[in-house]
Nanobody
Framework: QVQLVESGGGVVQPGGSLRLSCAASRIIFSIYSMGWYRQAPGKQREFVALITSGHITNYADSVQGRFTISRDNAKNTVYLQMNSLKSEDTAVYYC????????????WGQGTQVTISS
């Protein structure tokens, strides 16, 4: 069974930093695009950042310049470095693994809470 396990969430003050990790198992990690999404209370899940199997990255406008996504294929892990955090970054952050196949493979982690509070 495929597993994506996020870690690194917590409570941090505005302007602070956090680094999220997502460790994948039972997939050929290197061929998957890996993404981070988030869901704030009362809101829909939204895209945050993506890194393709070819290491091409894409970011939501709201995090561009503050967040950095990276991957270590040797460790089957994707990271999200979050700097200059704002209260509006408060959300549950989810890791996603996607491969268009065919067949399409799309997996989600259980999420990790990030709270920005003074």
């Amino acid at each position: 069974q495929v597993q994506l396990v996020e870690s690194g969430g917590g409570v941090v003050q505005p302007g602070g930093s956090l680094r999220l990790s997502c460790a994948a198992s039972r997939i050929i990690f290197s061929i998957y695009s890996m993404g981070w999404y988030r869901q704030a209370p009362g809101k829909q899940r939204e895209f945050v950042a993506l890194i393709t199997s070819g290491h091409i990255t894409n970011y939501a406008d709201s995090v561009q310049g503050r967040f950095t996504i990276s991957r270590d294929n040797a460790k089957n892990t994707v990271y999200l470095q979050m700097n200059s955090l704002k209260s509006e970054d408060t959300a549950v952050y989810y890791c996603n693994a996607y491969n268009g196949g065919p067949p399409t493979r799309d997996y989600w982690g259980q999420g990790t809470q990030v709270t920005i509070s003074s």
